[in-house]
């Protein structure tokens, strides 16, 4: 991956973003896309929005969500420690000890996340699945009056987590779901920027995608696509333990997942597997039976219905600080969608 290109997703998860506010991400976004887009618009709420015109008639969508896993404070105690309400789903057994950014105007304040030692629980108390409730978080505070002069009832949290690389594919870091999909429909929009397509472009960065679905809908009720392409993570079964009986044989490092199910269009795969293999890129195939569990979920069915496909980036430890993804995957997932919409115009016939 270009350096540039590796400042740009960078900066995207480092960017905080918790579902409904996502205005620092879609900062980055914009700035990457302004070189390459011939009009950017934001809306009511908070999509971004970034098309590249073609000559003909055509509308393509690629839609990335850029909310994050995060929390909102929603309780503070007499003794200052703070209890959150989750914005989006995850496993609560994994918090235990971990460390949090809370969002607090312009300021970040260190939390961490803290529960009754084993040592002190009596019977049964420490057994079972863990609830928000049995959780604080410690910022330091001596008292209720003193986390007030740094925290409110509202403040915004998410992980803290540092971007690494875990090998010279590899990247660990939070909130890969989905600024991944940001960073693939961006990268669209600059691979496409030199060449004269066909085809509309319209590279969508959507809200709420982990807690109301409400931007993907939304914003593809403005674009009317006839095409749209959710690029989000998937969960790889390439660790130990895993049942590929179950969740099907995706792996880190050997391509996208092109997605087949009964809410996706068999065209818009079949055309993208071709670009693949035309381009000789890798990719693997995965089956979502219903629900699809992305913002292709909000799209599809909308008005007389919108040809949809899903393209996956795998993910190990989705929903945690340390996601792991691999850096090729993403790229050749660029690649692919380009290619893809290099070769589209407007006789392409999506009746079935």
């Not at 990335?64 to 995850?90: C, M, Q, R, T, W």
Request: proline fraction near 4%.
């Amino acid at each position: 991956m270009e350096e540039k290109n590796l400042k740009f997703f960078r900066d995207l998860v480092e960017a905080h973003s918790p579902s409904g506010f996502e205005a620092p991400a879609q900062k980055v976004a914009r700035v990457f896309m302004a070189p390459y887009a011939d009009e950017i618009t934001s809306d009511i709420n908070g999509n971004l929005i970034a098309l590249k015109r073609g000559s003909g008639d055509l509308k393509v969508m690629v839609v990335g969500h850029a909310d994050e896993i995060g929390f909102l404070v929603n309780h503070i105690d007499e003794s200052g420690y703070l209890y959150l309400k989750p914005l989006g789903g995850f496993d609560v057994n994994l918090l235990p000890g971990l460390r949090l950014d809370i969002h607090h105007g312009d300021e970040i304040v260190r939390g961490i996340i803290g529960r009754k030692p084993v040592h002190m629980m009596r019977g049964e108390e420490g057994g079972g699945k863990l609830k928000m409730e049995d959780l604080w978080v410690d910022i330091g505070a001596k008292d209720k009056e003193d986390a007030l002069k740094r925290v409110s009832i509202g403040d915004t949290v998410t992980y803290r987590s540092d971007f690494e690389m875990l090998s010279d594919d590899l990247i660990v870091s939070k909130a890969t779901d989905n600024k991944a999909g940001v960073y693939v429909a961006a990268r669209v929009m600059q691979e496409l920027s030199a060449k004269k397509q066909k085809v509309n472009y319209y590279a969508v960065c959507s809200v709420g995608e982990e807690t109301t679905m409400k931007g993907a809908g939304t914003s593809a009720f403005q674009i009317k696509p006839d095409i749209a392409i959710a690029v989000d993570v998937t969960f790889s079964s390439d660790i130990p333990g895993s049942d590929k009986r179950i969740h099907g044989d995706v792996s880190l490092g050997k391509g996208p997942t092109l997605t087949i199910g009964a809410a996706l269009h068999p065209t818009i795969k079949e055309l993208l597997e071709k670009a693949a293999k035309v381009n000789d890129l890798p990719y693997q195939v995965e089956i979502a039976p219903g629900r699809t569990g992305t913002d292709a979920d909000a799209i599809h069915g909308l008005g007389p219905g919108v040809a949809t496909a899903v393209i996956s980036i795998p993910n190990r430890y989705m929903h945690s600080p340390n996601e792991v993804i691999s850096l090729s995957d993403l790229e050749n997932a660029v690649k692919i969608i380009a290619a893809f919409i290099s070769d589209l115009d407007d006789k392409i016939d999506l009746t079935r």
